[in-house]
Nanobody
Framework: QVQLVESGGGLVQAGGSLRLSCAAS????????MGWFRQAPGKERKFVAA????????SYADSVKGRFTISGDNAKNTVYLQMNSLKPEDKAVYYC???????????????WGQGTQVTVSS
């Protein structure tokens, strides 16, 4: 398994930006797809974005397309989620996930981080 540690969450006003980071250790980073999910209070955890191990392929939930960007740095074993034009409905705990062959928009990922809180004020 891969160990994942998220950081970068916080409080931001609507329209603002945040960048989340997820540091991975334990396996060869480039062999793993990496993903971001989020869970709002009282709701199910949902897919946000994913990137292939090579970085050549990305996927996004419709709700964040054009506002969020996922990227990876294999040298640092870190994946990022740049979040722009944040909305109050983006408020959630954001989780990083890793898997060598995940079901991209499903919960079928082998490793998860502990989550980081993102709060967007209106």
């Amino acid at each position: 398994q891969v160990q994942l540690v998220e950081s970068g969450g916080g409080l931001v006003q609507a329209g603002g930006s945040l960048r989340l980071s997820c540091a991975a250790s334990g396996r060869t980073f480039r062999n793993y797809a990496m993903g971001w999910f989020r869970q709002a209070p009282g709701k199910e955890r949902k897919f946000v974005a994913a990137i292939s191990g090579s970085g050549g392929s990305t996927s996004y939930a419709d709700s964040v397309k054009g506002r969020f960007t996922i990227s990876g740095d294999n040298a640092k074993n870190t994946v990022y989620l740049q979040m722009n034009s944040l909305k109050p409905e983006d408020k959630a705990v954001y989780y990083c996930a890793a898997d060598p062959s995940p079901g991209i928009a499903t919960m079928n990922w082998g490793s998860w981080g502990q989550g980081t809180q993102v709060t967007v004020s209106s």
